[in-house]
């Protein structure tokens, strides 16, 4: 960054607003004491209160040169938010084109940072979370935040102005004692910044092991049963590679939230039969929940209106329009935390399942308190996670990923795929977190440096089946992209069926699995990735 150009502090006491502004050095008036330091490659920004303040705004800003090939990439707000490099007069679409009754009708802006973020739809004004960076050729300015657990932070640039802004999500928070931003500033190859943000962080070292495996849900989506999961487990006998995970997904409860309601009809000897067959099979059983939320016609819903999370109008809070709609549940509530120990107890211990696909983890944290952040709230979602399933491991998903950060095992980096391309032309224009396999793969691209770091990345499915609405070429571009970028290769294929052809594909993905992309860069229209292995460099491109 060329200079600190500013750092604001704005909060209300006592019925009175404040702002102090500094340009590094401290500044004190009444109960409040503001202080900065920055060295050139990090910043930490101090508030101390003496006696209650409610905060407003926690803002840095930064003067930059953007040069006229600048690529600028800004993590989204969580796992299936589009995060992609755009040049300096790219552009970032909220949701205020769409009616309102749409929005209202799908809860559309439930799913990203809709409600707290402006989207000024301004070529340069771009925004996201946690970490970031500005790149010129092969040269990167990564920057990153280091107490993400204390509240998010936003990046944004505004590439007309010259300016890079650091601000945190704190808005709301009631204080008395200390607050802050901590971030750094990174200069230097792409390996250089991103291992220099994560040494930074101090991070355990990743354990997660690449995973090969099988999951439902693109198979059947939520139209499962114990016949289908055995035919489908059969069906993977046929691979010339063995499976790791056999992961049932959404379908085998009868209402989301309601764990312990096993829909018998589909699965008539209960989830403990189905995960002693995977593991006979000689894989690891995984299985599919959404814990922070419950669905509309749930008996949770039903039956504990007081786990339901409720805004500053007492209005429960939505968490999106999938099932019959769903609701947030309130992670400190004594008997959601009471109630979500034994679902994974039981989920772990009684029924054997060893890898557990944990999504809409994201609604833990839509609506702040007075007393936390959503940062605060997320961080304390992920730790409660983490201690219930000791014994099993944690593919995140639909998370924040500055939250997921060394607190899972493998993580989604991307939103789902879909049977075709990018979906129908007018689903075009909704939220970010929509379903696009063409957003899901250039997600698994550019978010592609926090494999082996963060956790192991999930790119989601690759498919080599016919009957599916993408040609050749884009099931190829998927499942290489699929193999070269992540950890986590699974498919939703019926394997039983592949053909020669086909074998001879998934071994040449398999080939993949063990290359190093050097670089990705996305011109005209078309993706080109390099990437070495074997001690050979090669390059592809793939038409988008």
């Known amino acids: 960054m060329n200079e600190l150009k500013q750092i604001t502090l704005k909060y209300t006491q006592n019925g009175s607003s404040f702002c102090l502004m500094t340009d590094g050095s401290a500044a004190q008036t009444g109960s409040v004491c503001f202080s900065a330091d920055?060295?050139?490659?990090?910043?930490?920004?101090?508030?101390?209160?003496?006696?209650?303040?409610?905060?407003?705004?926690?803002s840095a800003v930064f003067a930059y040169a953007f040069d006229e090939e600048e690529r600028i990439f800004l993590n989204g707000w969580q796992s299936w938010t589009d995060s992609v490099e755009h040049g300096i007069r790219g552009k970032m679409r909220g949701l205020d084109h769409l009616p309102r009754n749409i929005l209202e009708k799908y809860a559309l802006t439930q799913y990203g940072d809709y409600n707290f973020t402006a989207y000024p739809n301004q070529a340069g004004r771009l925004h996201g979370?946690?970490?970031?960076?500005?790149?010129?050729g092969e040269q990167f300015v990564l920057i990153g935040s280091l107490n993400e657990q204390d509240g998010f932070m936003r990046i944004e640039t505004d590439t007309e102005a010259g300016t890079v802004s650091l601000s945190k999500d704190c808005e709301g928070l009631h204080l008395q004692g200390d607050y802050?931003?901590?971030?750094?500033?990174?200069?230097?190859s792409e390996q250089a910044v991103f291992d220099g943000y994560f040494a930074a962080l101090g991070l355990p070292p990743v354990k997660s092991e690449p995973i090969f495996g099988y999951t439902s849900w693109?198979?059947?989506?939520?139209?499962?049963?114990?016949?289908?999961?055995?035919?489908?487990?059969?069906?993977?006998?046929?691979?010339?590679?063995?499976a790791d995970v056999f992961q049932v997904d959404d379908g085998w409860a009868t209402a989301v939230g309601d764990w312990f309601s096993v829909d018998k009809?589909?699965?008539?000897?209960?989830?403990?039969n189905i995960a002693d067959d995977i593991r006979k099979a000689k894989q690891r059983p995984g299985l599919w929940l959404a814990p922070f939320v419950c669905e509309e016609k749930?008996?949770?819903?039903?039956?504990?209106?007081?786990?339901?999370?409720?805004?500053?109008?007492g209005e429960f809070v939505r968490g999106g329009s999938n099932w019959s709609g769903f609701y947030a549940l309130d992670i400190y509530h004594p008997e959601v935390r009471a109630y979500l120990r034994q679902v994974f107890d039981t989920v772990i211990h009684a029924w054997g399942y060893a890898l557990l696909k944990l999504d809409f983890l994201y609604a833990a944290c839509i609506e702040p308190r007075p007393d936390k952040t959503r940062g605060m709230i997320m961080a304390d979602a992920m730790d409660f996670l983490r201690s219930v399933t000791k014994d099993a491991q944690i593919l995140g998903c639909g998370v924040p990923l500055g939250s997921a950060f060394g607190k899972v095992d493998y993580c989604r980096i991307g939103?789902?795929?879909?049977?075709?391309?990018?979906?129908?032309?007018?689903?075009?224009?909704?939220?970010?977190?929509?379903?696009?396999?063409?957003?899901?793969?250039?997600?698994?691209?550019?978010?592609r440096q926090l494999d082996g770091r963060a956790f192991g990345n999930d790119p989601d499915v690759f498919f080599l089946r016919r009957g599916i609405g993408m040609p050749a070429a884009q099931k190829q571009c998927l499942a290489e992209i699929n193999a070269l970028t992540g950890s986590v290769l699974f498919t939703s294929d019926d394997c039983a069926e592949y053909n020669d052809n086909q074998q001879m594909m998934l071994r040449q993905l398999m080939r993949l699995r063990d290359a190093e992309v050097l670089s990705a860069e996305v011109q005209d229209g078309q993706l080109t990735i390099r990437f070495r292995r074997g001690g050979k460099e090669y390059m592809k491109q793939y038409p988008l």
Request: negative net charge; hydrophobic residues 35%; proline residues 2%.
């Open 38 to 58: 920055w060295d050139g490659g990090r910043l930490s920004v101090q508030v101390s209160a003496s006696a209650e303040i409610v905060l407003e705004e926690l």
């Open 129 to 136: 979370w946690t970490y970031g960076y500005l790149r010129r």
């Open 180 to 188: 802050g931003m901590q971030a750094v500033i990174l200069s230097g």
């Open 218 to 242: 693109y198979r059947h989506y939520a139209n499962i049963s114990e016949q289908k999961i055995i035919d489908d487990l059969l069906g993977l006998h046929s691979l010339d590679y063995r």
């Open 265 to 272: 009809e589909k699965f008539p000897n209960g989830m403990d």
């Open 298 to 313: 749930s008996e949770i819903f039903r039956e504990h209106k007081d786990w339901i999370v409720t805004d500053r109008q």
């Open 415 to 447: 939103c789902d795929v879909s049977l075709d391309w990018d979906d129908k032309p007018y689903m075009r224009v909704m939220h970010r977190e929509r379903i696009s396999t063409k957003n899901s793969l250039l997600n698994s691209v550019f978010r």
